[in-house]
């Protein structure tokens, strides 16, 4: 799934802004009632195949603030356990919370200076002037903690197991960066020096400006990378394995001036290699990671995941155009350590793929389009298979027919929708991750589809 963070910039959950913090959003309302919360009343009207972020946030605000009103348990020891537990992420997201509710939600580097520099008299006012406010925010993620355990619970009794998404970088907006300025390359005044992004790519001429605040790597290292493994437990904490967001950015990351506005003109840098590995390794054990490898893949980056025995990423869509790593990306040519996708949340859906023109604001040229989809045809051999399939299903059986270990297929792809349930193009900020699953959707025929595929290609296991 994707990061299930509290949302920032663009309602983007890779741009979070907590690393640890849960997102409010996703807490139930029903379960709230269930358990004798005030919940304020029904929600709004709200849309059924896509979020209004806007209505939804205001609502649940509402929402969440009545049951914390109606809460009388502050003194209840499992809170007071969570927050002890918690304490090394919880106590600075509270206080950033309430902080920047108070300033109309401004980013922490536009607050006063003393709030923004973290001046001890001027935090330790804040916290008495906004102690409920404060104590609210707590509770709220005490809920979200309370809810996911029962989820992976539910999970776990059916067989389920649950993969996280872990972004390399930190939204600049964050809990995280205000109170661990040290780790990042920002002025005095909080700015960014550098920002993260990638070169130019497939999605974009320009490349991708992320905006993210770069780590100091070294000052990292020095603490034993303690923030990074405080992380790194949280995610388990959550699930069952952890998606490597941007692993390249291990081995070599791409630097961007920050006053830059596009990635032009970056430059590679170093990351932290196999010391980081190592020492996650000496802390939590062998760890159930998957190395996000898209992108401007080298030898370097190749060593550092098989070093570690990571399972990389395959992206079918990608097998069949003219990119000089499209060859890795054909089923034929899979490794068994792989994790193999008809497409992740930055690609189209494999019809909106498949019947792109091309031309236009597309990557590709209406030629290069044409070509890939006569490709795909072919190499798929949808002649030769069912005549009423659409190409998702052909991406998903050359997938389950593959060597790879591990197969994903997105809800839209195993639903068949078009680019009108895109969840992502990357490069733009608005009209993203707004796409939702409709409730019936999934039929019986989809789930007996998708079962008879994994059990002909010996993809289950046990009596499951």
């Not at 139930?28 to 009343?41: K, T």
């Not at 904490?237 to 006053?259: C, V």
């Not at 597309?362 to 290069?368: D, F, H, I, Y």
Request: charge should be negative; aromatic fraction near 12%.
């Amino acid at each position: 799934m994707l990061p299930v963070g509290p949302l920032g910039y663009g309602n983007s959950p890779y741009s979070a802004l907590s690393a640890f913090a849960g997102n409010p959003l996703l807490l139930s309302p029903e379960r709230l009632a269930a358990e004798g919360f005030d919940v304020g009343g029904q929600p709004p009207p709200l849309p059924a195949e896509r979020v209004d972020y806007a209505a939804t946030a205001t609502w649940r605000d509402r929402m969440l603030r009545a049951a914390f009103d109606s809460w009388t348990g502050s003194i209840d020891p499992r809170f007071r356990r969570f927050c002890s537990e918690q304490a090394i992420w919880l106590d600075d997201w509270a206080l950033f919370a309430a902080l920047k509710e108070e300033s109309g939600g401004r980013p922490w580097f536009e607050w006063e200076d003393p709030l923004r520099d973290r001046r001890a008299d001027a935090l330790e006012a804040k916290r008495r002037q906004l102690a409920t406010e404060i104590e609210r925010h707590r509770f709220v993620q005490w809920q979200f903690d309370l809810e996911w355990e029962r989820l992976r619970e539910v999970c776990a009794s059916r067989g389920i197991g649950l993969i996280g998404d872990l972004p390399i970088f930190v939204a600049h907006d964050s809990a995280d960066v205000w109170a661990h300025r040290d780790l990042f390359f920002v002025d005095g005044t909080g700015r960014p020096s550098v920002v993260a992004g990638v070169p130019p790519d497939y999605f974009s001429a320009t490349g991708q400006r992320w905006g993210n605040p770069l780590y100091r790597w070294d000052v990292l290292r020095d603490s034993g990378y303690a923030w990074w493994l405080a992380r790194l437990r949280q995610m388990l904490h959550r699930f069952d394995a952890i998606r490597l967001d941007h692993f390249i950015g291990f081995a070599r990351y791409w630097e961007i001036p920050g006053q830059d506005a596009t990635a032009e003109r970056g430059r590679w840098i170093p990351g932290p290699g196999a010391d980081f590995f190592e020492a996650a390794r000496t802390a939590l054990g062998d760890l159930p990671l998957i190395a996000e490898d898209l992108g401007a893949v080298t030898p370097e980056v190749t060593a550092l995941r098989d070093a570690f025995g990571l399972p990389g990423i395959r992206i079918l869509q990608f097998a069949f155009g003219s990119d000089p790593q499209a060859p890795t990306f054909k089923p034929h040519n899979y490794p068994r350590n792989a994790v193999a996708y008809t497409g992740t949340h930055d690609n189209d859906t494999a019809e909106g793929w498949y019947r792109s023109p091309g031309g236009g604001g597309s990557p590709q040229s209406a030629q290069q389009a044409e070509w890939e989809r006569g490709f795909a045809s072919r190499y798929l051999g949808m002649d030769a298979c069912r005549s009423d399939d659409g190409i998702h299903w052909h991406m998903i059986r050359a997938l389950m027919v593959s060597v790879a270990n591990h197969v994903i297929v997105p809800l839209q792809d195993v639903l068949g929708l078009g680019s009108e349930a895109r969840m992502n193009v990357p490069g733009t900020s608005t009209g993203n991750w707004e796409w939702r699953f409709k409730e019936g959707a999934l039929e019986d025929d989809l789930a007996a589809r998708m079962e008879e595929l994994a059990t002909l290609y010996d993809r289950v296991k046990g009596d499951a």
